[in-house]
């Protein structure tokens, strides 16, 4: 009997894995991801309302769902404050500096080609 089973695609191109990109990629390529990015990372920290200030575009869920998806991926600290009323700020991790310190070329490049 022949052997019906693909073998899985490989990200290997000239001897470099790309594989660890795609979680990259499926998180920044997210709607809003690569703008909270940079708009976090402009500040020290920011409330979600400043946050929303910065993308009136976006849907308070869409900012919300981003936010928890980049807290999971350690891209983003958030802090809540025991105040009345509450309070709670956003801020880049380690990682989500570096983040966006890498997308910094790329930002650039849109804004000469746009």
Request: net charge negative; hydrophobic share 30%.
């Amino acid at each position: 009997m022949a052997d019906t089973t693909s073998s899985a695609p490989t990200c290997d191109v000239g001897g470099t894995c790309y594989c660890p990109l795609t979680g990259v990629i499926d998180t920044l390529s997210r709607k809003y991801a690569m703008q909270l990015v940079s708009i976090i990372g402009a500040h020290d920290s920011l409330r979600f309302a400043e946050i929303e200030d910065h993308l009136p575009t976006a849907s308070t869920s869409t900012i919300s769902k981003r936010l928890d998806e980049f807290e999971e991926a350690g891209l983003v600290s958030r802090t809540q404050y025991n105040e009345i009323p509450p309070r709670v700020e956003y801020a880049l991790t380690d990682d989500g500096d570096e983040v966006r310190t890498r997308l910094e070329p790329l930002l650039e490049w849109a804004t000469e080609n746009s």
